[in-house]
């Protein structure tokens, strides 16, 4: 059974910076893409950023590009989203995902074929 564990969320004031991860088991971390999401109450929920299994390939959304890196660790299952000059708007629910697509670029992928999810975590922004 695959699970996706976030961590690292939580409260921080506009300008400050929080680092979210997520660890993966049950399967071979190394091959997928890795994906970030979040979803703010009454809306849907949004691509943030993801990177291809070696590393080598990232993608971001508009909202966060110059702002937040994604990163991730074969050797230690994990992946991470390094949030900086965060602002009120970024309060939201952050989910980590994968795909069950061997070797797929995220510039290839729709949010649907992430097939597997975190439980999320919350990150609220006071300005």
């Known amino acids: 059974q695959v699970q996706l564990v976030e961590s690292g969320g939580g409260a921080v004031q506009a300008g400050g910076s929080l680092k979210l991860s997520c660890v993966v088991s049950?399967?071979?971390?190394?091959?997928?893409?890795m994906g970030w999401f979040r979803q703010a109450p009454g809306k849907e929920r949004e691509f943030v950023a993801a990177?291809?299994?070696?590393?080598?390939?990232?993608l971001y959304g508009d909202s966060v590009k110059g702002r937040f890196t994604i990163s991730r660790d074969n050797a230690k299952n994990m992946a991470d989203l390094q949030m900086d000059s965060l602002k009120s708007e970024d309060t939201a629910v952050y989910y980590c995902?994968?795909?069950?697509?061997?070797?797929?670029?995220?510039?290839?992928?729709?949010?649907?074929?992430?097939?597997?999810w975190g439980q999320g975590t919350r990150v609220t922004v006071s300005s």
């Open positions: 990177i291809d299994w070696s590393g080598g390939f990232t």
């Open positions: 995902a994968t795909t069950d697509l061997s070797r797929r670029r995220p510039d290839t992928l729709r949010q649907g074929d992430f097939r597997y």
């Open positions: 049950g399967r071979s971390f190394s091959g997928y893409s």
